[in-house]
């Protein structure tokens, strides 16, 4: 996380907003002074972002070391890595953690980006109002407002919901899903909502594959799996890459459509990392060890948007 | 052999068709909930035809207490910070985009580094810093952090639709005395038009269904927007009324579905990350 506060600084330092009035980019100048007004656009972008962003990222990596407490603000001490340490023998936490990881792989890993493969593959053989039907559809649930996505899903699983109707329907046995699985329920909502964007990601990669391959192996008899497997998978594999990474960063970050849903409950059954984070910080008052959480996983998504920026960095 | 291709092909058209149609249908049931529970009077929590079509429940809500002030609240902190993303990131595009320094790459990548940050995870601290300042539950302090938050995306973005200006039209206007400032307002982003307004609306389709910020940092009912402000359903009104629910829901999304539906094709396959892919 630390990475990214000095190399905003960094340009931060030479795009300083009382620099001379803009020029016509070619006058002439010492270069020094020519970059200085060159960047000088940049400055307000900059100052929003170190202000807004960089600044909450350097603070949170500030309180994440003290005991602040939202009653009594004003007494707070620094407590080093204590927040760290409770953290890791707090039984909650670590079920946090269990279930953030549980709800990341269903739905990101598993979910979306499966569906969006097999969504975005089967679409490139359907007929175009059957595609566009689909498309249009899984799309609408992706452009949803999030709390709005959590109340139809909500409904969706409730005793007296859809599901529910549906297996009574077929004469299969129904259950309360928000309260026997609601890990589970929130990972279909997050598949519900999120599957669109690896279908838009595969779609696109999927058109980059030149026809002339697919039909050569086609010809020479490779059957439908065969062919996923052995063409079409190791080259789009690149896509795969930033899309798992990207999915992963979005449900790491997933917090509304869980709250709707379920309230990370019940009891703490569907509470993953961000509903905990807010619980802690704000039910219990305690702003310091929330934001500790809070530190992890941002770091666990610095890491993971490393990977994507490597990914990325082996193709520019 | 042809025929044969041709006819599997066909048989495979079909099977893809159902196959589709099943995730559709799949995907279209809560979808089919909200719309049908909206017009219905007697709504409840499954999919059903309604018991009689109504309009009741929209009379019901289209209340200023209800719909027209959280909307408009919506309308203003997405607007003013749609309006203070386009300008800031449309600035910072266009020395990233036209001239060469060494610091524009560690930048991009930076930028590009903080589009994927978990912006979830910092609202805590950004909560305790605000009380700080004391920007906690102010329309301008909200207006500023969601700008900050939609601004690496933001950037990143109109850089890429920047590049596809060719450089020649401002040079021109440059041997005319044009300030780089006038080339940007009067040549580059006129000809970028419809990158432009790929920017303002993705950011504020983003902005208008984000529930963790405003619901952080305004504590004020009075200036709650829709996405926070739909809660009220479930807290204080007992006994949940679902039709109306519903027809809130539906007043509510309608803005961004059309917005969407306005760019699509412009983000359409292309979209693939905002460019992020293409570097």
Redesign the interface.
């Known amino acids: 996380m630390t990475?990214?506060a000095p190399?905003?600084t960094?340009?931060g330092a030479?795009k300083s907003p009382s620099g001379p009035p803009?020029?016509?980019?070619?006058a002439p100048g010492v270069p020094l002074r020519r970059?200085l007004v060159?960047?000088?656009?940049?400055s307000?972008?900059?100052v929003?972002?170190l202000?807004?962003?960089a600044?909450?990222?350097v603070?949170?990596v500030w309180?994440a070391f003290t005991d602040?407490q939202l009653t009594g603000?004003a007494e707070s001490s620094f407590v080093g890595l204590e927040n760290f340490r409770t953290a890791f023998q707090d039984e909650e936490f670590l079920n946090a953690v269990w279930l953030t990881l549980v709800f990341t792989v269903i739905s990101s890993l598993i979910g979306q980006n499966t569906?969006g493969l097999?969504?975005a593959s089967?679409?490139?053989?359907?007929?175009k109002p059957?595609?566009t039907?689909?498309g249009g559809?899984?799309?609408?649930?992706w452009?949803?407002?999030?709390?709005?996505a959590g109340?139809?899903?909500y409904?969706?699983f409730?005793r007296?919901?859809?599901l529910?109707?549906i297996l009574d329907w077929l004469h299969l046995p129904s259950q309360n899903w928000l309260f026997t699985l609601p890990i589970l329920a929130v990972s279909f909502a997050n598949v519900?909502r999120g599957t669109a964007f690896s279908m838009?990601?595969y779609?696109?990669?999927l058109?980059e594959i030149p026809q002339e391959v697919t039909e050569a192996a086609?010809?020479d008899g490779a059957g439908g799996w065969r062919r996923m497997w052995h063409i079409t998978l190791p080259m789009i594999r690149?896509?795969i890459g930033?899309n798992l990474?990207?999915n992963t960063?979005q449900t790491?970050?997933?917090?509304?459509l869980i709250?709707?849903m379920t309230r990370g409950g019940p009891g703490d059954k569907s509470q993953t990392l961000?509903l905990f984070?807010?619980e802690q910080?704000f039910q219990n008052s305690m702003?310091g060890y929330?934001?500790a959480v809070?530190?992890l996983?941002?770091l666990v998504?610095?890491l993971?948007?490393?990977i994507?920026?490597r990914l990325?960095r082996t193709?520019? | 052999m042809a025929l044969t291709?041709s006819s599997r092909?066909r048989s495979?058209?079909l099977?893809?068709?159902a196959?589709?149609?099943a995730?559709?249908a799949a995907?279209?049931?809560?979808?089919a909930?909200?719309v049908l529970?909206s017009l219905d009077s007697h709504a409840?929590?499954?999919?059903?035809a309604p018991d009689g079509l109504t309009l009741g429940n929209f009379d019901a809500i289209l209340t200023s207490d209800i719909t027209f002030t959280p909307l408009l609240n919506s309308l203003i902190l997405c607007g003013g910070a749609t309006g203070?993303t386009v300008?800031?990131?449309a600035?910072?595009a266009?020395?990233?985009s036209?001239?060469r320094?060494r610091?524009n790459r560690?930048?991009l990548?930076?930028i590009?580094?903080?589009t994927?940050?978990?912006?979830?995870?910092?609202?805590?601290?950004?909560?305790?810093?605000f009380?700080q300042v004391d920007l906690i539950d102010t329309m301008q302090g909200t207006i500023?952090?969601f700008?900050?938050?939609q601004?690496?995306f933001a950037?990143w973005l109109m850089k890429n639709f920047m590049d596809g200006v060719p450089k020649e039209l401002e040079e021109a206007a440059?041997t005319d005395?044009?300030?780089?400032?006038q080339s940007?307002v009067r040549i580059v982003l006129p000809l970028m038009g419809p990158g432009v307004s790929v920017v303002t609306v993705f950011s504020f389709?983003m902005m208008?269904?984000?529930?963790?910020v405003p619901?952080m940092l305004l504590l004020t009912p009075d200036q709650m927007p829709?996405?926070?402000s739909?809660?009220e359903f479930f807290g204080n009104r007992g006994m949940v009324a679902?039709g109306q629910?519903a027809a809130f829901?539906v007043v509510?999304?309608t803005p961004?579905?059309l917005l969407?539906v306005l760019i699509?094709r412009r983000l359409g396959?292309?979209?693939?990350?905002g460019g992020?892919?293409k570097?």
Do not use: H
Request: contains cysteine; charged residues 10%; positive net charge.
């Open positions: 990475t990214a190399q905003a960094g340009p030479a803009p020029s016509p980019p070619d970059s060159r960047a000088l656009p940049v307000p972008a900059l929003l972002l202000l807004f962003l600044g909450p990222i603070y949170c309180i602040l603000q569906l097999a969504l089967l679409m490139r053989r359907a007929s059957v595609r039907l689909t559809i899984v799309i609408t649930a452009v949803l407002p999030e709390v709005v109340f139809l899903l409904a969706f409730r007296e919901g859809t529910n109707a519900w838009l990601v779609s696109a990669a058109n086609e010809v690149r896509s930033t990474m990207l960063l790491l970050s997933v917090f509304g709250w709707v961000p984070m807010y910080a702003i929330g934001t809070a530190l996983l941002l998504g610095s993971f948007s490393l994507y920026l990325l193709e520019v | 291709l092909r495979r058209r099977a893809a068709d196959g589709l149609l995730f559709a995907f279209a049931l809560p979808l909930w909200v529970s409840g929590l499954g999919v059903k203070l300008v800031c990131a600035l910072a266009y020395p990233l036209r001239f320094s610091l560690p930048f990548l930076t590009l580094f903080a994927s940050l978990p912006i979830t995870a910092i609202m805590v601290p950004v909560y305790a810093l009380v500023f952090f700008a900050a938050s601004l690496p950037i440059w005395g044009a300030s780089s400032l940007l389709v208008w269904g984000n529930f963790f619901f829709a996405s926070v739909i809660n679902y629910l829901s509510y999304s961004v579905i969407y699509a396959g292309g979209f693939a990350l992020a892919v570097g």
